[in-house]
């Protein structure tokens, strides 16, 4: 069983201003690890994953991880954030399972807020 | 390009009442997931199936039902409707033989009952 670990429930930042919504997560077997943003009264859209590979992964709207094995973190960071950024955002984790179904574990959410 | 599709967006039950949610995933998609997110919650995974049989029971309450079928598109019925029920439902698709396990969220049922 996987289990994830936002540490920031609310995390408001200014414009411009850089960002780091943290992430731990434990499990027994590998996994893969996923960012969602989810707007208000909306569904859960990908922000990256990570897989294998480079540890650093971006992803959309100027986003981007890193997976820190010996840490077992997987951190969501931007350098200049914007007022539309504003959002709540889940971690989630997954079995490295190829061939089957592997639900998603999630996050309790980071509501992140951009002031002006 | 074609997402995940859910009907109704908006459902409102009294209690004791039945619902059926549906989820039409992604054209060529082999799996469905169901989750349930309560107000202020983060998702909670309720049930999965994959290639129309089920694959992985979550935090499904014995009164909700769901399964694929041959079009494999997904209903969650949901009988004895209660308070606690009321949250957005949210029906994900992937292709599992990708190996990825990328998930495609579709935009959500919110269910209210009152």
């Known amino acids: 069983a996987q289990s994830v670990t936002q540490l920031d429930s609310q995390v408001p930042v200014f414009e411009e201003a850089p960002v780091e919504l943290r992430c731990n997560y434990s499990s027994s077997v590998s996994v893969y690890l996923f960012w969602y943003v989810q707007y208000p009264n909306q569904g859960l859209q990908l922000l990256l994953k990570?897989?294998?590979?480079?540890?650093l992964v971006k992803g959309i709207n100027g986003f981007e991880a890193e997976f820190n094995k010996s840490q077992t973190s997987f951190h969501l960071r931007k350098p200049s954030v914007h007022i539309s950024d504003t959002a709540e955002y889940f971690c989630a984790v997954s079995d490295h399972s190829s061939g089957s179904a592997r639900q998603l574990t999630f996050g309790s959410g980071t509501q992140l807020t951009v002031l002006p | 390009a074609a997402g995940v599709i859910q009907s109704p967006r908006h459902l409102i039950k009294e209690k004791r009442e039945t619902a059926t949610l549906k989820c039409y995933p992604i054209?060529?998609?082999?799996?469905v997931y169901w989750y349930q997110q309560g107000p202020g919650q983060d998702p909670q995974f309720l049930i999965s199936f994959y290639e129309k049989m089920q694959s992985d029971k979550g935090s499904i309450p014995d009164r909700f039902s769901a399964q694929q079928f041959s079009d494999y598109h997904s209903e969650l019925n949901m009988s004895s409707l209660e308070l606690g029920d009321s949250a957005l439902y949210f029906c994900a698709s992937s292709l599992v033989s990708g190996s990825t396990n990328e998930q495609f969220f579709g935009p959500g049922t919110r269910l209210t009952v009152l």
């Open positions: 054209p060529r998609h082999d799996t």
């Open positions: 990570y897989l294998s590979g480079s540890t």
